[in-house]
Nanobody
Framework: QVQLVESGGGLEQAGGSLRLSCAAS????????MGWYRQAPGKQRELVAT???????NYADSVKGRCTISRDNAKSTVALQMNSLKPEDTAVYYC?????????????WGQGTQVTVSS
């Protein structure tokens, strides 16, 4: 499978911007989809954005027009640029990778990085 390490995040004011990055290691050739999910206190983990190996993207309605996901297949990295931040964007953000290895599908998660947006 793969291991994921996130970086970025932190404290930002509403209206500001943050960039999250995630680096994959291990059997990165097997990754098909990479993405970002988030979990706010007391809430379930939810999708933010995903990107496939051929560049197809999918965004949650709540971040459309404010966030951009990008991927570098050669470097096995995925990034999330977040603009026009809102307090409701406050959450732990998790990097995700999905793929298939030796015929078995897998889903890997990073350790999470905190994003806090102050009003």
């Amino acid at each position: 499978q793969v291991q994921l390490v996130e970086s970025g995040g932190g404290l930002e004011q509403a209206g500001g911007s943050l960039r999250l990055s995630c680096a994959a290691s291990g059997s990165t050739f097997s990754i098909y989809v990479m993405g970002w999910y988030r979990q706010a206190p007391g809430k379930q983990r939810e999708l933010v954005a995903t990107i496939t190996s051929d560049g197809s993207t999918n965004y949650a309605d709540s971040v459309k027009g404010r966030c951009t996901i990008s991927r570098d297949n050669a470097k096995s990295t995925v990034a999330l640029q977040m603009n026009s931040l809102k307090p409701e964007d406050t959450a732990v953000y998790y990097c995700n990778a999905e793929g298939k290895l030796f015929g078995n599908s897998y889903r890997s998660w990073g350790q999470g990085t905190q994003v806090t947006v102050s009003s």
